[in-house]
T-cell receptor
Framework: QKEVEQDPGPLSVPEGAIVSLNCTYS??????FMWYRQYSRKGPELLMY????GNKEDGRFTAQVDKSSKYISLFIRDSQPSDSATYLC??????????????FGQGTILTVHP | DTAVSQTPKYLVTQMGNDKSIKCEQN?????MYWYKQDSKKFLKIMFS???????INETVPNRFSPKSPDKAHLNLHINSLELGDSAVYFC???????????????FGDGTRLSIL
């Protein structure tokens, strides 16, 4: 079983929809949580990061963390065709083998059609 | 002006060959990384160097050898290439090795390695 599980999709939504992307994790040592966006044939770019349970908002993006359930989400409001990409969750651990290292989910492929 | 650049972008070669991938960053960062992304988009760290010192070395075959001649460069040499080495290899850099602190990592656009 992978430490971080993410549904690879693909997910296809109409423009303007609210998108929900999710990851679950099994390692209690994970303390920091990130979302990366990866366009086709490009490297991942950091979208958002958080370390506490609760919500963090940045424009149309909201990151949500529930440490008790080991579950994180990324919500995209008013989705645009330019949001079409692969979204990867990533985590850093506080100790053990995950200390200081980014552990990624598999990524969810999102397509927003006009 | 590209922040993290990798060469080559594409590499097609025969099984058994030896090849190198080069990475350079012009961000003034102290820490650099190599990641492997497989065909299912699963991205996994291989190595990390901080100030030319190896700090992360995952369970990677010893056919893979990273080399950091200076803080701005991290190269990856692969000996005796195998079919399973086919993947996209990403180089990344961050300000320093943050441990628990979130250090935004800047990624290059990857080197697509195909083994025939």
């Amino acid at each position: 079983q992978k430490e971080v599980e993410q549904d690879p999709g693909p997910l296809s939504v109409p423009e303007g929809a609210i998108v929900s992307l999710n990851c679950t994790y099994s390692n209690s040592a994970f303390q920091y949580f990130m979302w990366y966006r990866q366009y086709s044939r490009k490297g991942p770019e950091l979208l958002m990061y958080t370390y506490s349970s609760g919500n963090k908002e940045d424009g149309r993006f909201t990151a949500q963390v529930d440490k008790s359930s080991k579950y994180i989400s990324l919500f995209i409001r008013d989705s645009q065709p330019s949001d079409s990409a692969t979204y990867l969750c990533a985590m850093i651990g506080a100790g053990g083998t995950s200390y200081g290292k980014l552990t990624f989910g598999q990524g969810t492929i999102l397509t927003v059609h006009p | 002006d590209t922040a993290v650049s990798q060469t080559p972008k594409y590499l097609v070669t025969q099984m058994g060959n030896d090849k190198s991938i080069k990475c350079e960053q012009n961000l003034g960062h102290d820490t650099m990384y190599w990641y492997k992304q497989d065909s299912k988009k699963f991205l996994k760290i291989m190595f990390s160097y901080n100030n030319k010192e190896l700090i992360i070395n995952e369970t990677v075959p010893n056919r893979f050898s990273p080399k950091s001649p200076d803080k701005a460069h991290l190269n990856l040499h692969i000996n005796s290439l195998e079919l399973g080495d086919s993947a996209v290899y990403f180089c990344a850099s961050s300000q320093d090795f943050g441990g628990l602190r979130v250090q935004p990592q800047h990624f290059g656009d990857g080197t697509r390695l195909s083994i025939l």
